[in-house]
Antibody
Framework: EVQLVESGGGLVQPGGSLRLSCAVSGFTFSSYAMTWVRQAPGKGLECVSVITDSGGVAYYADSVKGRFTISRDNSKNTLYLQMNSLRVEDTAEYYC????????????WGQGTLVTVSS | QSVLTQPPSVSGAPGQRVTIACTGSSSNLGAAYDVHWYQQLPGTAPKLLISDNSNRPSGVPDRFSGSRSGTSASLAIAGLQAEDEAVYYCQSYDNSLSGRVFGGGTKLTVL
């Protein structure tokens, strides 16, 4: 059974940092690109970052470029999102998801971890 | 504003058929990138509902179907059931943004 479990969310002050983790199981992690998608309270979905299967290439939405860093440890079956210089508008539920193919769907999602940026 | 445009809400009575439109542009749906649909039930993570324009993943009832033409796509739900109340999102790839984009979501209410 494919499972993705996020952790690391919480309350942080503006300008602070957090590192999210996504532990996966049930598939060959090193064979799939992965992504972080966020959802602000009551709002829609936004793909904030993507990383290739090897970790060699990453994509960032303009809204987080220069502040967030995606990475992965294929030996630990874990995906990460380092979030620095956090802003109030980064408050959201953060989901990790598996990308089925190069431009394919996000076929498996985690349950999400909530990040709240507030003073 | 979202790159892909969806109606904010649709509704239908149990047993009826509803459709949800998703309109894109020449840099996403018009560039032949596939569209995918997700269902988000209240308080849960999104779930893949339709992949590659019209394919149903295993376990998705055949009441759900997808189609796509040019810069538009649509999700149809036949035989509406109370459990279909959810928010539905379309998603594709945009080559001008070099990233995956979502529609704003459509809330389906079963009357």
């Amino acid at each position: 059974e494919v499972q993705l479990v996020e952790s690391g969310g919480g309350l942080v002050q503006p300008g602070g940092s957090l590192r999210l983790s996504c532990a996966v199981s049930g598939f060959t992690f090193s064979s799939y690109a992965m992504t972080w998608v966020r959802q602000a309270p009551g709002k829609g979905l936004e793909c904030v970052s993507v990383i290739t299967d090897s970790g060699g290439v990453a994509y960032y939405a303009d809204s987080v470029k220069g502040r967030f860093t995606i990475s992965r440890d294929n030996s630990k079956n874990t995906l990460y999102l380092q979030m620095n210089s956090l802003r109030v508008e980064d408050t959201a539920e953060y989901y990790c998801a598996r990308i089925a193919l190069s431009y394919g769907p996000l076929d498996y999602w985690g349950q999400g971890t909530l990040v709240t940026v507030s003073s | 504003q979202s790159v892909l445009t969806q109606p904010p809400s649709v509704s239908g009575a149990p047993g009826q058929r509803v459709t949800i439109a998703c309109t894109g542009s020449s840099s996403n749906l018009g560039a032949a990138y596939d569209v995918h649909w997700y269902q988000q039930l209240p308080g849960t993570a999104p779930k893949l509902l339709i992949s590659d324009n019209s394919n149903r993943p295993s376990g998705v009832p055949d009441r759900f179907s997808g189609s796509r033409s040019g810069t538009s796509a649509s999700l149809a739900i036949a035989g509406l059931q109370a459990e279909d109340e959810a928010v539905y999102y379309c998603q594709s790839y945009d080559n001008s943004l070099s990233g995956r984009v979502f529609g704003g979501g459509t809330k389906l209410t079963v009357l």
